[in-house]
């Protein structure tokens, strides 16, 4: 998908106190900059921050930090975010390549989100998928207690290939569903894509994956 550039997102991203800028200086230390001890999830590849900002709003116990790489895409959820009555003090958003994660984080993060990530469908870009074993390596560097991964996509193989990668690699997988919205859970959070996809009858995958 073709990104429309943005006049002036990048100045605008670089300006706003919910983006942090220069996030490895912070490796370790992220509960600093919430000003509590409350675990920590993190979204890769939050897009317009539909998600992870609904999360916040729900879950005001837990901190949570936006991950995308694109100036453009995360403009647009900081415009969201400060379109709020009350803006959330338990997100915080990083604009960062998820390849280079273990410079950023260091055994602080409970959960992480993958929603409606890139496929890579072409073999010769397996390693480039969130749920590959290249990148569930960096995910270990991570976590703090027990590793949890949620997942949801409307593509079904890639759902398939996480399902197998992430029991390859000691997962143990919980309430999966092939059609979240024949199964919903309680307090699920749409993205921007979900809500799209689910209108036109399109499948949503969803797991949940855990490992001491």
Known sequence: MRLKNIKGAKEYVEASNLVILEPQEHKGKWKNLFNNNNDIHIEIGMGRGDFVIGMALLHPEINYIGIEMYDSVIY?????????????????LIRMDATNIMDVFDKEISRIYLNFSDPWPKAKHEKRRLTSKQFLDRYENIFIGEK?????????????????????NGYILKNVTRDLYSNMIEGNIATEYETKFASIGKNINRLEAYKN
């Open 76 to 92: 647009k959820a900081v415009k969201k975010i400060e379109s709020l009555e009350t803006r959330p003090d338990n997100l915080l």
């Open 148 to 168: 949890q991964i949620f997942q949801k996509t409307d593509n079904d193989a890639l759902f398939e290939f996480s399902i197998e990668s992430l029991e390859q």
